[in-house]
T-cell receptor, first 113, second 115 residues
Framework: AQTVTQSQPEMSVQEAETVTLSCTYD???????LFWYKQPPSRQMILVIR??????QNATENRFSVNFQKAAKSFSLKISDSQLGDTAMYFC??????????FGGGTRLMVKP | KAGVTQTPRYLIKTRGQQVTLSCSPI?????VSWYQQTPGQGLQFLFE???????NKGNFPGRFSGRQFSNSRSEMNVSTLELGDSALYLC??????????????FGPGTRLTVL
């Protein structure tokens, strides 16, 4: 069984600053993918970034980047130049060969003006 | 392309009733998954359908069922509703094959309230 853990229930950051959200996971799969999803107050789950576990290079998407440490089973999300629109719940997730997503408990991020 | 759509967006039912939720995937996506989101249990996988067949199932009672049609649209049904079924139900679709075949794209959800 897979497990995903987000140890920071809430975080806040000043606008334009950088923040890092933590995630650890456990899996017995050899081939898996990791994701960060954002859920704003509208409740729409939006894909932020994905990482293929067999790739050592960390994924980046504009202001979003990950620090993927496979041996440590760690997958943190860094948001640079934080914007007010980044305020949301952030979920870390992994999938397995069965295509089922396992989610962490979420981190509520507040960006302050 | 249009995103994943779910109807209805909000639903209020009473205990003992049954409910059907609908999901239309992104055009070309043939896999549809359903998730339940509650404050207490978080996000939990319900089931996945592909080519009109249930491919995976989560740990939910038999009151939760689903189906998929030939156009990939999916419905989920909950019978004999309980108060604990109040939740946001999210549908997600993903392509089969191609670079992003591992990535699920979510709809806006259906908020079900059971009174």
């Amino acid at each position: 069984a897979q497990t995903v853990t987000q140890s920071q229930p809430e975080m806040s950051v000043q606008e334009a600053e950088t923040v890092t959200l933590s995630c650890t996971y456990d899996t017995s799969e050899s081939n898996y993918y990791l994701f960060w999803y954002k859920q704003p107050p509208s409740r729409q789950m939006i894909l932020v970034i994905r990482q293929e576990a067999y790739k050592q290079q960390n994924a980046t998407e504009n202001r979003f980047s990950v620090n993927f440490q496979k041996a440590a089973k760690s997958f943190s999300l860094k948001i640079s130049d934080s914007q007010l629109g980044d305020t949301a719940m952030y979920f870390c997730a992994s999938n397995n060969a069965g295509n089922m997503l396992t989610f962490g408990g979420g981190t509520r991020l507040m960006v302050k003006p | 392309k249009a995103g994943v759509t779910q109807t209805p967006r909000y639903l209020i039912k009473t205990r003992g009733q049954q409910v059907t939720l609908s999901c239309s995937p992104i055009s070309g996506h043939r896999s549809v998954s359903w998730y339940q989101q509650t404050p207490g249990q978080g996000l939990q996988f319900l089931f996945e359908y592909f080519s009109e067949t249930q491919r995976n199932k989560g740990n939910f009672p038999g009151r939760f069922s689903g189906r998929q049609f030939s156009n990939s649209r999916s419905e989920m049904n909950v019978s004999t509703l309980e108060l604990g079924d109040s939740a946001l139900y999210l549908c997600a679709s993903k392509p089969v094959g191609g670079q992003l075949s591992d990535t699920q794209y979510f709809g806006p959800g259906t908020r079900l309230t059971v009174l």
